[in-house]
């Protein structure tokens, strides 16, 4: 069954230390393998730019307090949104995505909230 990029990322980034990740290609097409690739080295390039952002963004919510859904969504989505391949409403809708599927409506607004501040600065 072929996925999407940003799902593989998630669910490896949920499941081992980002350092420790390597994409399975049998679950992705070429391209989106190459994807899932960049995004993973980017985010892991980035990580304490992307670690500032949330707390700067997340007000009354310090990073340890966030849960491991909606964090991950935002490393992601934050990484995303810095590499500029696709346009932010669409990164943004589908980072919210992910998080609803995966944690609750709560989570996806409060990913939500965030990755719409970052777009505007970034």
């Known amino acids: 069954m072929i996925k999407d990029f940003r799902i593989v990322c998630f669910e490896e980034m949920f ?17 989106q393998t ?3 690739e960049q995004l993973i080295l980017n985010t892991q390039e980035n990580i304490d730019r992307i670690k ?15 849960g ?3 964090l991950i969504s935002l490393q992601l989505g934050i990484s995303e949104l ?6 932010n409403k669409v990164i943004i809708s ?6 609803d599927i995966h944690s609750s409506s709560k989570g996806a607004k409060f990913v939500n909230g965030i990755l719409d501040k970052i ?3 970034i």
């Open 68 to 70: 491991k859904v909606e």
């Open 52 to 66: 500032n952002s949330i707390n700067t963004y997340s007000e009354n919510w310090s990073y340890e307090r966030i």
């Open 94 to 99: 589908e980072w919210v995505k992910i998080t």
């Open 119 to 121: 777009s505007n600065e």
């Open 15 to 31: 499941n081992k230390e980002l350092n420790d990740i390597n994409i399975p290609s049998n679950l992705l097409s070429k391209n």
């Open 82 to 87: 810095i590499m500029k391949l696709t346009p």
């Open 34 to 36: 190459l994807r899932a």
